[in-house]
């Protein structure tokens, strides 16, 4: 008897045999569209600008990436800020409205966020109020400011 | 982004890789270089397990995490592990002798194929922004609240989504940043990849031991293939971290059951303590693992479950204190809220079950790794292989209904709500991950269960000169191709400044750039004021704000117009757009 038909070895030959085959073919087909996949993927992040790269999972969410920036620079990195938003605020994308503070949290460490902290970044909110003292150091498109409100 | 960075990356691994090696030539011992080189994947993985898990026990208890901890604590365990293995009567390995003939030939085209994917995989790594929600929303925070308060800033880590979860990946992370010199949260893409060449490393590295080459390599190649596997390896989570532990652990824990080495539960030890302080599922995963290895070796009870026993105590006890700490601090639990059995959601177990297999069989997650393994399974059962088979059977099952059961408890529902979400996707990998190590083991045991005897010694040449053509040319040749296309980039933040040296359309004369829009504000206003009219502010590319005039035609008028505004106490360059 041949090796593939002896009972029951020949059986479990076999099916060893095929079930390598099987991944063999399917590491024959997929390899070269991963390789090619990875190329890809790596020439699009290397020509990605800085602030783009920087900011990834932000982008859109955080309406404008101007926003981040200007917050690093104003906010001390040993104070508090708070994020604000407008509850009927309409910029930015769907993440906006839940999650733009928790993107901001990871964006400003070492600053620590904090409810009633004397820097606000502000999505659509009424600066009104804040009160006449609150003072503000950036404002920017899509309806986002950075107000310092002394304490 | 910078060499820098990626330098720092490098000692940093060198340093977790030597404490591995050390610490399991002491627990095993090397019998050559050649047996050293084959585990030097589990020696890394061991090292990041050992050097991470007490580090986050350090933390735990208020030790400061600083630049000397993250160098100082591998190098002391090294040099632990050493003195210890001498005082062991362990020796240096010396020598080795590659076994020849074909099985070596295949060997190196699946190290080839797989180092060559690999390399692939680094390029998008390299320069990856961080958009995965769970890597900004709290994995990447704790890392770099840890790097920069120096511990576990309690109003900051109690106040994180996933607050429970365990901090061994952020310890992790953190350790990165130090290496790094920053928080530069691109290149720690390129310390999840690293982690992936170890557990492809070790997983290879241990399976041959059993399994014939002809047999292992495609699938160790097809592992980097399937698409939520090999595709997510730089993924900055804990998830397909947690689910490398998890598969080395059980590859170990049934090596063990089959051939008592003391060597491999240390090992196992080791690697389930790192599990425990990776996710909360590291405690499933855990439990499901020990159940698995009790029914394995239910025949051999008297002398395999108290060895397990002290197993488990280990682990219980590298997993309590940070259980004790977020309970100390008002953490709500990492158990489900609503309890571990809720009769109030028994409509949605029909659908969690149905949305666990779908997502198992789903190709375009997974490829044929699934089908390919219950197949495996038939056979191993058919052939009899044994313990192996039973092991593998009971503990697919067991994750599998781990993952219906954390569907169920877990999922959130209601309009917009796919039951088990993106979760049970991540948590299955632990599931397929370990299809891909049980299938080579159990078609192997399968093979060599009906082999007529032991398998002659290669007597043809043993063709050691062709394997090492086939590992080193592709694997030197993708990165001279890769690189022929274009020199890698380190970009910084400098690199918007392009200073101009010919004509170009995109001509500009800049005043300054500033962190701050103020300054920026302020330059224009001393400009317009001095009668430079007609510049502008702009936020650059590279995150700064620009002062600029840009309506310049030629580079002789932008160079005459800079030296102009020089004269006028002014900073002024011609650049480029690029």
């Known amino acids: 008897m041949s090796w593939w038909t002896e009972w029951p070895t020949g059986p479990i030959r076999t099916a060893v045999a095929l079930l390598v085959a099987a991944v063999g073919i399917a590491v024959v087909v997929t390899y070269p569209g991963l390789v090619r996949e990875a190329g890809d993927e790596a020439d699009a992040n290397s020509a990605q600008a800085y602030v783009d790269r920087e900011v990834a999972g932000g982008n859109g969410l955080v309406a404008n990436q101007q926003a981040l920036y200007a917050a690093r620079a104003l906010i001390p990195a040993d104070a508090t800020y708070h994020v604000a938003i407008a509850g009927d605020y309409e910029g930015g994308d769907e993440l906006t409205q839940d999650h733009v503070a928790s993107y901001f949290r990871y964006a400003l460490i070492p600053r620590r966020p904090e409810e009633r902290a004397a820097w606000v970044v502000c999505y659509g909110c009424d600066l009104a109020e804040y009160g006449p003292r609150a003072e503000v150091l950036w404002r920017g498109d899509e309806d986002i400011s950075i107000v310092h409100v002394p304490s | 982004m910078t060499a820098h960075s990626l330098a720092g990356l490098a000692g940093l691994n060198a340093l977790y890789l030597a404490a591995g090696a050390v610490f399991l030539w002491l627990v095993r011992g090397a019998a050559d270089w050649i047996d050293a080189v084959r585990f030097l994947g589990l020696a890394y993985v061991v090292g990041v397990v050992v050097t991470g898990s007490l580090w986050t026990l350090l933390l735990i208890v208020g030790v400061s995490f600083s630049l000397g901890l993250v160098i100082g604590l591998p190098i002391a365990l090294a040099a632990g592990f050493a003195i210890a293995a001498r005082l062991r009567g362990r020796s240096v390995p010396r020598g080795g002798r590659l076994e020849g003939g074909w099985p070596l030939v295949v060997t190196a085209v699946g190290i080839a194929a797989s180092g060559l994917l690999l390399e692939a995989l680094f390029r998008p790594a390299r320069l990856s922004g961080l958009y995965e929600f769970d890597g900004w929303s709290f994995w990447v925070p704790k890392g770099k609240a840890i790097y920069e308060f120096g511990g576990l800033d309690d109003g900051f880590f109690t106040s994180l989504p996933g607050a429970a979860y365990p901090p061994l990946v952020p310890t992790l992370d953190a350790a990165a940043f130090h290496a790094m010199g920053s928080a530069d949260v691109v290149t720690l893409h390129a310390q999840y990849w690293l982690f992936g060449v170890g557990l492809v490393w070790a997983l290879a590295g241990l399976l041959a031991e059993r399994v014939p080459a002809w047999i292992l390599w495609p699938f160790v190649v097809l592992l980097l293939l399937a698409p939520r596997l ?7 989570e804990a998830d397909l971290f947690l689910d490398m532990l998890f598969v080395l652990a059980a590859v170990l824990l049934v090596y063990w059951l089959l051939d008592r080495q003391r060597w491999r539960l240390v090992v196992a030890t080791a690697v389930l303590c790192g599990m ?41 006890a590298a997993a309590l204190p940070w259980r004790v700490w977020y309970v100390t601090h008002d953490v709500p639990g990492e158990g489900p809220s609503d309890g571990f059995v809720q009769g109030d959601r028994l409509d949605v177990l029909g659908s969690a079950i149905r949305r666990v297999f779908d997502v198992l069989w789903d190709p375009g997650y997974w490829n044929i790794v699934v089908p390919v393994t219950v197949l495996a399974l038939v056979v191993a059962f058919v052939a009899r292989v044994g313990r192996v088979a039973v092991f593998f059977a009971v503990l697919l ?5 781990g993952g219906i059961w954390a569907t169920w408890v877990f999922s959130l529902t209601g309009e917009g709500y796919v039951v088990g979400g993106n979760f049970i996707i991540r948590f299955l990998g632990s599931a397929v991950l370990l299809c891909i190590a049980a299938s080579p083991l159990l078609l192997g045991a399968s093979w060599t269960k009906i082999a007529n005897g032991p398998t002659p010694r290669d007597g043809r040449p043993r063709r050691i000169g062709l394997a090492a053509a ?68 702009e936020f650059d590319t590279c995150g700064r704000w620009k002062v600029s005039y840009d309506a310049i035609d030629s580079l002789q008028q932008g160079e005459a117009l800079a030296a102009e505004v020089r004269k006028a106490g002014f900073e002024a360059q011609v650049e480029h757009g690029g």
Do not use: H, M
């Open chain 2, 397 to 401: 099952a067991l994750v599998v209904l």
């Open chain 2, 470 to 537: 086939i590992v080193v040319v592709p694997l030197l040749a993708y990165p001279v191709v890769a690189v022929a296309g274009g020199a890698p980039r380190f970009p910084t933040r400098d690199e918007c400044s392009r200073p101009a040296r010919a004509n170009a359309p995109d001509l500009e004369v800049v005043y300054g750039r500033f962190d701050d829009p103020r300054q920026a504000d302020e330059l224009l206003a001393r400009l317009t004021a001095t009668g430079f009219i007609g510049a502008e502010t």
């Open chain 2, 276 to 316: 425990v302080l990776t996710k909360r599922e590291g405690l499933l995963l855990f439990a499901v693992l020990l159940a698995a290895s009790l029914v394995a070796s239910a025949r051999e009870w008297r002398s395999t479950w108290p060895a397990l026993g002290v197993v488990t105590a280990v682990v219980v």
């Open chain 2, 230 to 236: 090999g595709r997510r390896l730089q993924i900055v």
